[in-house]
């Protein structure tokens, strides 16, 4: 089991209420606060909160007495509500949790479930601890709710108290395993078991979780004959060693359940009894300020329409953790940054998900802090409306030579030349800026940039396809992006390839994935962003789908064949009559879509069904995927993060958005250039990275640039083009880019270095992007880049022969970097160095090294 440290839970014990606490009472206006130096002075007014309580509560009173005050102005603004609103308690050691909040006049809510307090009307009917209610007999009574001066009646039947509770192994039994971390992979369900004892992971087989129980090992971890005394329960409570320590009290509610069905006779259960259909999470959405909480309930509905209060055995966890974070009973509390977390719940297989809102505490921001946003197009607006709800201003507009630099990095992977930055920053039409852009995707350098792309994540890899083989699918996806061929036609393409390896690029996918089950998994994650992998051995454990949804989309795969002709290439074609099998019960898994019960498959080639389905209209994850994958590699962080994990469970920041990216996918016909140019020309795109006082933890909602680390092969590309010294690869000819290399395996400690990726999955995190030590000494101590920046060929050597001035040296140089002219402080120092040194060349060279190492050169702002 996992390691020891997991503080014991009882039901018994209030989560976090205290019900000693005052309760907050309404004073009338003019007596809610005393000035600290009149409670001093009078010496009446205590500084504890109870005696403040008390004695407020006693000056009120005799204020209405007295006809001062109204009884109307001491009511409490706050309205309740509970949920549930009526409770129904069935069989013994029943239990309901409460959700309370109250919403004040301005309609803003707030939890209150923490600082309740419930009185019962009849306590023989049902008990109350903190917010948890356990049923004590049949009957009916009715509960008060009392919070903050306000309260609420709710009604409460209990029944079947006394039958004998009618246990499962899969509804009750299992969830307590789950919930202790019994069948987690890092105990009893890791690959070889935990000291003799294995369990499936989450419980996905029961029936040899049960057999593993109650058979395993001569039967010695039950004991019907002395429940108490079974080898589960002592180990479990920490009364015998164990491993991972106590992960239940004695005496709680996984105890007596344990305990109960020990007694029955630790059986399955019966065979028709109701199965989980869902989970529901209250609240679904919820806005907090800055360092609240927010308690979740969790319910759990089954088939017969039954309900359970299953919030202290469900399972949380927040995609945003420094937004706001969740702990093991439910609290979800906001971390300190304004953002919007997705806070997940998982239950036996059911998931569901509560977002919460965490506004920027801070002064009210008007119309005018919104304008650098304009209104382009509806990105703009979108993200606008989000940030005025998060109270986030966004910074000021990038100025143009940073916009130069960042366009034309993000579309070409090219740094502009000098001549180039000196024609747009000089240029005065008021749309210069969507000029360079239309003029940008014409180049060719945006065919080399997006097929070196898209061949990281179709593993494009030589060591896997053979040269001939790697090198005919990128030509392919580069001769694709110069057509701008629409995404869902050449996608098709990929999906129905068929022929030599040798000579049809994309059928070398299918010599890169060769077995079903990896070709489902790549196709799935690459063009709709899911993740079936999890669901190839089990049932997802943050998503719906099942082993029986994953094995059916690999069924699509299951007859496609190679035939080798050569020792670098093979013949794809479609043949055979195989059926993807389930992996732990033989049976024939039939090939379905996803979302879909069956499939109409035809004859020759499944693929077609798949590829018809798959870029249709209503598939709807294909469009949003390539938006949400575009927008990523522009703005340094996808709509939904990380960019191939779209789920319910992982919504995006700004749902909207993605929503109408996605219906601009379909309008234009799946137009990467348009989406491209849709994204860069919008305000959003051009904002400065500079961050200001109200989004400097902002890191999801797009109110500034997020700053980027240059691709490796664009990193060394700028390197060449800033010293005007090409880089020299192994039996490549002289003067190829890094970014037109079809080779991922050609040896570049640079590329290596920088984190060039080896193409042997799916998921663009192969390449990496973060800065590290060695890539920082690389750049300084390099014996390659100090040759090039020394070179009698280079940049600095040519402007010095040229007899070029100190101050056009200096501005050529910085153009040639960071893509923008001088300021006049650098231009005062660059100038003074190049004048007073003996040797101007070796100034310059200094200044160019200076520049290439300089945050501004390696990073993309």
Known sequence: MPSAGTKDRTDEQSKGANLNAPQNIIAPKGLNTVPDESATRIGFWSRTESWRTVCLSLITLALIQSGTVAQSRVASPLRLTVSPSSIELSGPDSRQRLLVTGTKPDGSTVDLTRTIRISTGNPRVVVASGNLLRAASDGKTTLTVSAQGASIRVPVRVSGYSRTADLTFVNDITPILSRSGCNSSTCHAKAGGQNGFKLSIFGYDPDADLAAL?????????????????????????????????????????????????????????????????????????????????????????????????????????????????NEGGLVKSAGAPGEAAVMVRYMGAVGVSRVLIAHRGARLDATAYAPLGSANFIDRLVEKKLKRLGIAPSGPADDAAFLRRVSIDLIGTLPTPSEARGFLSDPRPDRRERLVDGLLKRPEYASNWALRWADVLR??????????????????????????????????????????????????????????????????????????CAQCHHHPFEKWSQEDFWGLAGFFTRVQRKPLTADSDRIYVGGTDEA????????????LLESTQSPLPEEDRRQALADWLTGPHNRFFARMLANRMWAHLMGRGLVDPVDDMRDTNPASN??????????????????KALLRKIVTSRVYQLSAVP?????????????????????????????????????????????????LWDNRLPSYFLDTFGRPLRAGPCECERSQE?????????????????????RTGRVARLVRSGASPKAIAEDLYLAALSRMPSADERRSAVKLLEKAPDRRSAGEDLLWALMNSFAFVFNR
């Open 214 to 326: 109650v058979r395993e090992g001569h039967g010695r971890r039950i004991s019907v004959a002395t429940p108490d005394q079974s080898l589960l329960l002592r180990k479990a409570t920490g009364a015998m060693p164990h491993g991972g320590g106590a992960r239940i009290a004695k005496g709680s509610y996984e105890y007596r359940t344990l305990l109960r069905w020990i007694k029955a006779g630790a059986q399955m259960g019966r065979a028709n009894a109701p199965t989980l259909a869902k989970i529901e999470v209250s609240p679904r959405e919820r806005e907090l300020i800055a360092r609240t909480s927010q308690q979740l309930l969790v319910t759990a509905v089954f088939t017969d329409g039954s309900r359970r209060d299953v919030t202290d055995l469900a399972g949380y966890s927040s995609n945003a953790d420094h937004v706001a974070a969740a």
């Open 460 to 533: 494009v890899d030589r060591e896997a396809l053979g040269p001939k083989g790697a090198y005919v699918f990128h030509r392919w996806l580069r001769e694709r992006m110069q057509r701008n061929v629409p995404y869902d036609q050449w996608v098709r393409e990929v999906l129905i390839a068929q022929g030599s390896t040798a000579e049809v690029g994309p059928a070398n996918l299918y010599r890169a994935v060769k077995t079903p089950d990896e070709l489902a998994n790549t196709v799935s994650q690459v063009f709709l962003g899911v993740r079936l992998q």
């Open 581 to 592: 099998r389930h992996p732990r019960t033989g049976g024939v898994v039939q090939a379905r």
């Open 655 to 672: 749902e909207p958005l993605l929503d109408e990216l996605a219906n601009f996918v379909g309008k234009t016909g799946f137009n990467q």
């Open 692 to 740: 200001n006082a109200t989004n400097a933890q902002d890191t999801q909602n797009f109110s500034r640039a997020y700053v980027k680390r240059l691709p490796a092969e664009t990193l060394l590309d700028a390197i060449c083009d800033a010293t005007e010294v090409p880089e020299k690869y192994e039996g490549v000819p002289e003067g190829v880019r890094a970014l037109d």
């Open 771 to 791: 800065p590290s030590m060695s890539q920082a000494l690389h750049l300084m101590n390099s014996p390659t880049i100090h040759s090039k920046v020394a070179s």
